[in-house]
């Protein structure tokens, strides 16, 4: 409205937002925020149930119903035909126009022992995790980036005005993870999949400036990558059935996050224009000390960032130590499954 | 570990060592190296011939012709049930004994812009760099620390381990063979993904995010092996198990030449002034810090510096260096990564776009 401090990067007003893995969870709570900020939104998952349980929960919360539409499409975004469908269903749905933001939040995770892991699983999360958003993102910046696919709007769609303003810049979202940056006992099988997104959104990000530089009256893409806290919710249940207890042990005393209020601070993030969102404390901390060459916004920001980053690197000299200390003694009294002995 | 530690970590001298993508590169030239420390290999590939050429190559190499012995296998380790079969052979071939040191070395770059790159590309990019390591490791750890169960490819080496759980032996007393290494082939690209290598950084660094937890999870089963009680499940198995992952940057090697058909330009521009080494000396320089302990080993000043400044949840080798120097790298980033941001910018405004490869 007019700040000067700070400008809305990521504004969701009249616009289309695609989201994935939106039934429950963070997700979900994405959605019914982005809707109270005037979007219209096209929610995916599998279950067509839960889907449509959520759109009601999603456009109750609409800020002009009359205008705004919402739609969900019942699809397995981790194989690639899907994500096309799902995309070209969407811009079949959104008058011809491919949506301005896509955000993708499905993924599960599985956090047993790396040799206890059997093996289809592994596949499993890279799909749902990883590919899921390689998937996305090819679709959908074809779309974007490709006028000879016939899916891009003809740049004359965005009239030049005397002052020149560009469009304003479509937005990409992926999911990642404290295990991103840290992985540790019971994440072997999830927490690559959980990295290679933050390597992907790294390097897509810095190939979207060639394409941004290329062509100046094109909305320019903005690739993200959130990364939210431990949150209570579904997946977590499911999680914890096969979590080992030594794993419990490590992340006892995590900062646990309510799904909105995980969802408001990622949109905080996003709005505030940054890359890789961290969503708790600890995860902003980590951030900042393992930016390396990611996208930070500006020389003073980057430079508080290092300042604090040398600080958390020290302190994580310690934790890294402890936690490493911690399962060693587990092993020495509890032996190598990494349960507690049942009575 | 420290600065005066002179101890070798990794002796290979008379110990068997299974190496995949073992047949050129960075791959022929640890061969090679090991073979002239005294080491016996297997070498695993796809290709019958240059696997046969590679064998005359590294077997020529043995400081102990007579004693030491090479083999080598072809098999594509892409599949779960072809690491399997790899080490079962290599364990028949090594007198029924598991090799001691596995090194998952075989992978390939494709690198290209994200939207030039096919589906199909970025799933084999997985499949050849992430999965052929993780079905290895997942096979060899699983046979090396529960030696008794059925698993197990070695069936000597159960015996024993049973006979000395029976016995009750408090960890005081039980009998510790040497450590058991198994090293991943990551990439100096985990650190910082750029531009042009999008997929393939992607499973590097999946890699190394797998050596940082596998490296966690390994205390648990090397403390189990200390622990007092016996009534903690399986027997442990008699060593320790390390994992340790290599970061080499460019090398010149077959795989590299063949990068040069589909990298980007933006991509070269990028890695122009990054220092480059021979299969030689990058392999030397991945065992030379084997040989001082080291879990994250970089093999160049360049790979040095990116590890530092990346080093997040990983253990620390040196915790003063990777700190003091981390710091002073995590400062360099704040000029670095804007440049390159503006070098791949500045490539776009003066080509335009890229034109579509499909």
Known sequence: ?343 | MGFFSRKNHFPVDGKTVLLTGGSQGMGRGLGKLLAQKGANVIIVARDVKKLQAALEYISAAAAKPKTQRFHCISADLTSAAENVRVLTEATAWNNGQMPEIVWANAGASHPALFLDTSIETMRQQMEVNYWAATYLAHATLKAWLYPSTKTSTSSSSSTTTSSAAAAGASSAKRPALPTRHFILTSSSIAFCNVAGYGAYGAAKAGLRSLADSLRSELNLYNGARRSSSTATGPPPAPYDVQIHAIYPGTILSPGHENEQKTKHAVTTLLEESDPRQSEDEVAGAAVRGLERGEYMVATNWLGQLMRVAAMQGSPRDNVVWDTVVGGVANLAWLFIGPDMEAKVWNWGKKNGMPKPTW
């Open chain 1, 1 to 343: 409205m007019g700040s000067f401090i700070s400008k809305n990067e990521f504004p969701v007003e009249g616009r289309t937002v695609l989201i994935t893995g939106a039934s429950k969870g963070l997700g979900l709570e994405a959605a019914r925020q982005l809707a109270e900020k005037g979007a219209s939104v096209i929610i995916v998952a599998r279950g067509e149930d839960s889907l449509k349980k959520a759109i009601a929960y999603i456009s109750k919360s609409a800020r002009s119903p009359d205008i705004q539409r919402f739609h969900f499409i019942s699809a397995d975004v981790s194989t690639a035909p899907e994500c096309v469908r799902v995309l070209t269903e969407t811009i079949e749905w959104n008058g011809g126009s491919p949506p301005d933001i896509v955000w993708c939040c499905s993924g599960s995770a599985h956090p047993t022992l790396f040799i206890d892991t059997p093996l289809d699983q592994f596949q499993i999360m890279m799909d749902s995790n990883y590919f899921s958003c390689v998937y996305m993102a090819h679709t959908v910046l074809n779309a974007w980036l490709r006028p000879s696919t016939g899916l891009e709007q003809p740049e004359s769609d965005f009239p030049q005005t005397a002052r020149s303003i560009p469009p304003p810049a479509r937005h990409i979202i992926f999911t990642g993870s404290f295990v991103s940056f840290y992985s540790f006992t019971g994440y072997t099988s999830y927490s690559p999949s959980k990295a290679a997104i933050r390597a992907l959104s790294d390097s897509l990000s810095q190939e979207m400036n060639l394409y941004a530089a290329a062509h100046p009256t094109l909305p320019r893409v903005r690739v993200h990558t959130v990364f939210p806290a431990t949150m209570p919710t579904q997946s977590l249940e499911d999680e914890n059935r096969v979590k080992t207890d030594l794993t419990k042990s490590l992340e006892e005393g995590d900062q646990i996050l309510q799904p909105d209020e995980c969802a408001r601070r990622a949109i905080r993030g996003l709005e505030n224009g940054d890359e890789l969102i961290p969503t708790s404390t600890i995860i902003r901390l980590v951030l900042t000390s393992v930016l390396g060459g990611s996208v930070r916004g500006g020389f003073w920001r980057g430079l508080a960032n290092t300042l604090l980053g040398w600080v958390v690197m020290v302190v994580m000299i310690f934790i890294r130590w402890e936690m490493d200390t911690k399962v060693r003694n587990w092993g020495r009294k509890y032996g190598s499954s990494g349960m507690l002995k049942k009575e």
